[in-house]
């Protein structure tokens, strides 16, 4: 087992009676509990006749079991204790994980072992789940990343499963064939008993506790004997480069190499290459790049590995200069790669990358933890570093003996294909050559905040502006946030893009020191947020000081680029997940100046410093350590600002945001967010109940009911100084009117059902305030929590003023905050790629 103080000693596999085999992680310092059961089957291992049927199983997992049904099955029982939790269909396994306090564990495991083993499959619910799944299909067929790996399947030998199509639609999936049910049940039955599973249990119980768990997990699962699944040869099909037709995204170049009989430590090999690839350190390939003008970002990415045998990709998000000269940018990732496989490189580099991996499990949540060690032979203290040299170089010969396949992704107008999956519009081209170019290369510069000096000790005098918040974090992690309130106006949107992309190399080192870095806009106010290992955070704040006051001209150049494009949406992205980036600007900029002012240049952003009032707050730092941070906030631009954030409750109207109108007609996203209409701890109290009750039920009605489309949810969440329920769909069916209309006819059923539910009321509001109070180790929980209550104005004790408010409610307390929902009593914000529906609606220009 592994202990506290070494994080990154991998968790011993135990073998049950039935076959499962398990690894257990007790850690005695969380109040968290976490879950991950492996499928050892994908969708390359569903029948042919049938693409998606493994990732249609996946769904109907969730869909009520023998001892649970829909209402009390394993996700509304997670999202009602505010957990996580989510599943992936990938080619060759299956995962379901979540994450949740401690003392539901053993409930919502039960829920897990259920669906798993004894499903429905209910020929109704099959019918509706499969339009959600065909909803996802459609949604993905406007995903950049997915459509270049269709693209991708083109450059393969037929005979392999990567060329075919697997995600499944409405076509693919005859429910109502009896071959179907069939072969349904029978992959189910194949695949998901004991000996094709992994389980990982990690949370705060003893390692007896776990295994108890486990081993009644092992006598649920079915037992039988394990297959052994044939692997195809894995090849290309042709050397040509191929162009893909891709719409309202970022262009791209892909260069993908074609891999077979590989170690099997040359997962690890490809994790190391990664982290460079990436790495955005002086001198690395990424840096060069950009310095050229020629690309932004590199990444490799793996839409396919199995057994020795895979599709690694490298990634280039081109400028408009790159992409004219893709063979040059072709050329410099190869030359590259040479330079990167020279014995000369591998032991310092090798030392970097192990740092890397010990500091992202120092801190980690339980279930972080379980995914990183559910991958064979994930990198641990005890890793074979010879043996993973020896498949590097394997690697890198495999990579380089031939050439890569290339694919650019952009605009270009492009015939499409037949194709029985995605639709494609893609054409092939001979490669392309160019001149030769010195490139150079140096070795990435190590990352400083990976090897830190730190002196500690105490500050004298703390700035007022500042709120020390303990106790101290016994895992050594920390949370230091910051925010500067704008004076005069709203500062333009390209001095906040400027600084974004600034920050980018800052972000990715940060990311490699345990640190999380965010930067976000909220129309009047910036704010900073360093979450992570406490000792990294005054070094990373220095250097980010620094950038904030004198970017280089090229960020401004970029920054005015990207606020340009604020007025539409990619296609690369998620639109419902785009819109949700929006919101926290769109509400502080309200009606009357919902438009960004033009000018933005090096001098503006002086001035907009001037008029800056900053304050802060740290959480979970030892004392000794409010020296160096204290040094650093002393040079931090503008002035602070001793006096506490005045409350903010959005005015109630109905105000309406379209953005992108003419851009996805095929897909409508839409949000609606209700901000509390009074900010007392009586009010939050009601309402952060009523969202708890509220997801389950509206996430069943309107995706798997009325099968609106695959992304449905609703939530209680702080956007900026907002706080209140929001609730979003993305549908390729429904106009954002007809959303509209769904969302409140089901608010309008919904008081009807709380009346008839008394006593759940009580159980969720009993949850709900036991959640409330959140334990000292869950250090980012808990800072999380303060940070939005300063946000938004209130006492530092207002969670538990909030938490006391909970156990009192009743039912007509529900009734009333519903009321106040359905009336917009404290205002309405829409968010859509679509117009008002009618003049009820202020429109933001």
Not at 797 to 812: C, E, G, K
Request: aromatic share 8%; charged share 20%.
């Amino acid at each position: 087992m592994p202990s506290p103080a070494d994080p990154a000693q991998r968790p011993a596999q135990l073998i049950l009676t039935n076959g499962l085999r398990v690894r257990l992680l007790p850690l005695t310092a969380s109040s968290q509990s976490a879950a991950l059961i492996r499928v050892h089957a994908g969708s390359h291992d569903a029948p042919t006749a049938y693409p998606g049927l493994a990732h249609f199983l996946e769904h109907l997992l969730f869909l009520g079991s023998r001892d649970y049904h829909a209402a009390q099955s394993l996700m509304p029982f997670v999202q009602g204790c505010g957990g996580q939790l989510n599943a992936s269909t990938r080619e060759r396994h299956t995962d379901f994980f979540f994450q949740l306090p401690a003392s539901h564990f053993r409930e919502a495991m039960l829920r897990l072992l259920d669906m798993l083993a004894n499903p429905l499959l209910d020929p109704d619910a099959q019918l509706r789940e499969r339009e959600v799944l065909d909803a996802e299909f459609q949604a993905r067929a406007q995903d950049a990343e997915t459509l270049c790996d269709a693209a991708l399947g083109f450059g393969i030998e037929a005979s392999h499963p990567f060329s075919g199509f697997h995600a499944g639609n409405r076509d693919t999936l005859p429910v109502e064939d009896p071959a179907f049910q069939q072969a349904l049940t029978g992959y189910h039955r194949r695949f998901y008993q004991a000996s094709e599973i992994e389980l990982l249990l990690a949370g705060p119980q003893t390692a007896e506790q776990l295994l108890q768990l486990a081993e009644r997990a092992d006598a649920t699962l079915s037992s039988g004997s394990s297959f052994s699944q044939r692997v195809l040869p894995l090849r290309r099909s042709s050397n040509q480069w191929l162009r893909l037709q891709l719409d309202n995204a970022q262009p791209r170049l892909l260069l993908a190499f074609v891999l077979d009989g590989l170690s099997g430590h040359s997962a690890l090999a490809l994790d190391y290459l990664g982290l460079w690839l990436a790495s955005e350190a002086h001198g690395g390939l990424a840096q060069r790049l950009r310095e050229t003008g020629l690309c932004r970002s590199v990444k490799l990415r793996m839409p396919y590995w199995h057994e020795g045998q895979g599709v690694a990709v490298i990634e280039l998000l081109p400028t408009e200069e790159g992409l004219s000269r893709r063979a040059t940018l072709v050329d410099a990732v190869l030359d590259w790669l040479r330079f990167f496989s020279s014995e000369a490189h591998w032991v310092p580099c090798f030392d970097e990358y192990r740092r890397v991996c010990l500091r992202s499990l120092q801190g980690a949540e339980p279930l972080a933890q379980l995914r990183h060690w559910v991958e064979p032979l994930a990198w641990s203290t005890s890793s074979d570093k010879a043996a993973i040299r020896q498949a590097f170089v394997a690697l890198m010969a495999g990579m380089l003996d031939s050439a890569p396949l290339v694919l650019t992704a952009d605009g270009i107008d492009l015939d499409p294909v037949d194709t029985s999956g995605f639709s494609l519009r893609l054409g092939v081209e001979s490669p392309q050559q160019s001149s030769p170019v010195d490139w150079a290369w140096q070795r990435p510069a190590r990352n400083p905040w990976l090897n830190l000096d730190v002196q500690r000790h105490e500050a004298r005098d703390f700035p007022t502006a500042l709120r020390w918040s303990g106790p101290q974090d016994k895992s050594g992690q920390g949370a230091l946030f910051l925010k500067w309130q704008f004076t005069d106006g709203q500062p333009p949107t390209g001095l906040w893009h400027a600084l974004s992309q600034t920050l980018q190399p800052s972000i990715w080192a940060a990311r490699q020191a345990g640190v999380s870095l965010r930067f976000e806009d909220f129309g009047s106010a910036w704010v900073l947020r360093l979450e992570g290992y406490a000792e990294a955070v005054p070094s990373i704040l220095d250097e980010i000081i620094g950038l904030f006051t004198a970017p280089p001209a090229r960020a401004i150049v970029e920054g005015r680029r990207h606020a340009d494009k604020q007025a539409s949406l990619r296609g690369d992205e998620m639109l419902l997940r785009q819109l949700l980036d929006r919101l926290p600007r769109l509400l502080a900029l309200g009606p009357a100046n919902a438009g960004t002012v033009s000018y933005d240049d090096a001098a503006e952003l002086i001035r907009i410093w001037q008029s800056a009032r900053w304050q802060a707050m740290a959480v979970g730092f030892a004392k000794d350590m409010s020296g160096p941070l204290v040094n650093a906030l002393k040079i931090l631009p503008g002035e602070p600002a001793p006096s506490a954030v005045a409350g903010t409750v959005f005015r109630a109207h109905k105000l309406w945001h379209s953005i992108g109108v003419e851009q996805f007609t095929n897909e409508t996203a839409f949000l609606l967010f209700c901000p509390l209409p009074d900010p007392t701890p009586e009010c939050e109290a009601a309402w952060r109940v009523l969202a708890q009750l509220i997801e389950g039920p509206f996430f069943r009605r309107l995706r798997s009911e009325l099968q609106l489309g695959y992304a449905v949810f609703s939530r209680f969440s702080q956007f900026g100084s907002y706080a209140g329920i929001v609730f979003g769909v993305q549908s390729p069916t429904a106009s954002a009117a007809q959303i509209l209309e769904h969302v409140d006819a089901f608010l309008s059923t919904f008081s009807e059902a709380l009346s008839h539910q008394p006593g759940e009321v009580s159980e969720q509001a009993a949850r709900e305030a036991s959640e409330r109070h959140v334990a000292d180790s869950e250090l980012r929980a808990r800072a999380g929590q303060a940070w939005q209550g300063f946000l938004s104005g209130l006492e530092i004790d207002h969670p538990t003023q909030v938490a006391a408010a909970m156990r009192v409610l009743s039912p007509n307390d529900l009734i009333a905050a519903l009321d106040e929902l359905r009336s917009a009593a404290g205002g309405w914000v829409a968010v859509a790629n679509a117009r008002a529906p009618d003049a009820s609606w202020s429109v933001a220009p």
